[in-house]
């Protein structure tokens, strides 16, 4: 089976990794791991540069698990792509996301990505906090 993890260069984008390893791990399952933006800048938000997405080259390997690293910036909006992602991937087990805090007025302004990927997933999504620093 298939552990699908949406990452971003964030805290909250490695935990949802670490969590995914650590499924992966329990179940024997590969990991695929999607980074995806709209593309239109080199700085855009959520998108991992090259030095990114070799620590998280690193990271994989290192776990010893079986895995898999895409990153589509072809235009479309991250969350289609890993919706779209999980639907082709025949045996995708669950989809893990990072997640963090946001006030009502933010979830609002800005829309939810950890909440579309939720309502509209067709297979169970497990969405992680990173570490507290407290």
Same mark, same amino acid.
């Given at each position: 089976m298939t552990i699908l993890v949406g990452y971003s260069p964030s805290p909250e984008g490695k935990a949802a990794v670490a969590f995914g390893i650590e499924q992966a791990r329990a179940f024997d399952d590969t990991v695929i791991v999607l980074n995806a933006g709209i593309g239109e800048t080199p700085d855009e938000? !959520?998108?991992? %540069?090259?030095?990114?997405?070799?620590? @998280?080259? %690193?990271t994989l390997r290192? +776990?010893?698990?079986s895995h898999e690293i895409l990153q589509f910036l072809r235009g479309n909006d991250p969350v289609e792509e890993l919706l779209a992602l999980a639907e082709a991937t025949d045996d995708t /087990?669950?989809?893990v996301i990072g997640s963090r805090r946001r006030s009502p007025v933010g979830k609002l302004i800005m !829309? +939810?990505?950890?909440? /579309?990927?939720? @309502?509209?997933?067709?297979?169970?999504v497990v969405s992680v906090k990173a570490q507290s620093s407290r």
């Open positions: 938000r !959520g998108v991992a %540069t090259n030095a990114d997405m070799d620590e @998280l080259k %690193t290192d +776990s010893e698990v /087990r669950m989809i !829309g +939810s990505t950890a909440q /579309r990927i939720i @309502l509209e997933a067709e297979v169970p």
